[in-house]
């Protein structure tokens, strides 16, 4: 397992997630460029993680089918959660010893302002396919 440690600016709140695979993605949309000031770049937690210090994070209902989370301490983005099931992704920048994680997809690309793009060669998804491969939501 790819077990990776990594915590909040304050570190009142630490995580621990076990991805199935060394990757990472960016996604485009307006939400995640407006929250944090550009495009996200996330790490799927794989099936099991952990995280501690739960009396410090803050969780705001950002659409009717996620939630994002935040350390009200320091304010640092801690996650962002499908509602309904188990699926979370953190900001790459929590963890440690990421260097040799992969730059694998970019999703809502349909959204992705003109004034920047990356070098990588990575999977393109617009939106109508991130939402197909989540039923829909």
């Known amino acids: 397992m790819n077990t990776t440690h990594g915590s909040c600016l304050c570190g009142k709140v630490a995580i621990t997630i076990n991805p199935e695979k060394k990757i990472f993605d960016a996604c485009h949309c307006g939400m995640c460029r407006k929250w944090g000031g550009g495009p996200a ?37 801690l996650y962002y959660h499908l509602k309904g099931g188990d699926f979370h992704t953190f900001p790459l920048g929590l963890f440690k010893d990421t260097e040799d994680f992969k730059f694998d997809v970019q999703i809502f690309t349909d959204h992705k302002p003109k004034h920047y793009d990356f070098a990588n060669a990575t999977k393109m998804m617009t939106e109508a396919e991130v939402l197909a491969m989540f039923g829909g939501k």
Do not use: Q
């Open 41 to 77: 770049l996330t790490v799927h937690g794989g099936p099991k993680f952990e995280i501690t210090g739960f009396d410090h994070i803050t969780v705001f209902n950002s659409s009717d089918w996620a939630e994002r989370a935040f350390c009200k301490n320091c304010g640092t983005h």
